[in-house]
T-cell receptor, first 116, second 110 residues
């Protein structure tokens, strides 16, 4: 199984809502990532988990809260978002090598988030 | 910004022609990777070239790396309509993070 799954595919939420994005992989990868991608732009790294511990936070606002409950799952909890947070949110996973977190990354299809 | 630049921003070719995309980056790297993205969906890894390699092939793909010029190119030979997508280079450097380039939008006309 070389697939990373993400749910939901689409999400519309108001600025006062609380929602969560979910990501799952069963490739035995121990590094997992959240990226944000605006239209016609490259993905931007948000968070990196290595062995279920948060290792990189790219100065992401606290209204985004990541969680890694186990080695297969990665969540992104959303609260009090702004319209400018509307984007495609991508999850990825990889084998962490030595102290490096990057190798070939396997991406999920993304969650298209719209904040009203 | 550490972000790499890709050239051209958009490329339109006929089926069967070759497509070449270029990537330039700013800092020293451990490796450079190319990804494809269809219509705002997930990215698919195409090929990885390490800093001590100069050329790599995978099927119809050929990647070159010139670390002295901090640049890479991706050649897709005998293109197909299914190759229509956005293509991103991504570099891994001292920060151990992937930094994506600005992307090239490739349209292959049948």
């Amino acid at each position: 199984d070389t697939e990373v799954t993400q749910t939901p595919k689409h999400l519309v939420m108001g600025m006062t809502n609380k929602k969560s994005l979910k990501c799952e992989q069963h490739m035995g990868h121990r590094a997992m990532y959240w990226y944000k991608q605006k239209a016609k732009k490259p993905p931007e790294l948000m968070f990196v988990y290595s062995y279920e511990k948060l290792s990189i936070n790219e100065s992401v606002p606290s209204r985004f809260s990541p969680e890694c409950p186990n080695s297969s799952l990665l969540n992104l909890h959303l609260h009090a978002l702004q319209p400018e947070d509307s984007a495609l949110y991508l999850c990825a996973s990889s084998h962490p090598l030595r102290v490096a977190y990057t190798d070939t990354q396997y991406f999920g299809p993304g969650t298209r988030l719209t904040v009203l | 910004s550490q972000q790499g630049e890709e050239d051209p921003q958009a490329l339109s070719i006929q089926e069967g022609e070759n497509a070449t995309m270029n990537c330039s980056y700013k800092t020293s790297i451990n490796n450079l990777q190319w990804y494809r993205q269809n219509s705002g969906r997930g990215l698919v890894h195409l090929i990885l070239i390490r800093s001590n390699e100069r050329e790599k092939h995978s099927g119809r793909l050929r990647v070159t790396l010139d670390t002295s010029k901090k640049s890479s190119s991706l050649l897709i030979t005998a293109s197909r309509a299914a190759d229509t997508a956005s293509y991103f280079c991504a570099t891994e450097g001292a920060t151990n993070k992937l930094i994506f380039g600005t992307g090239t939008l490739l349209a292959v006309q049948p």
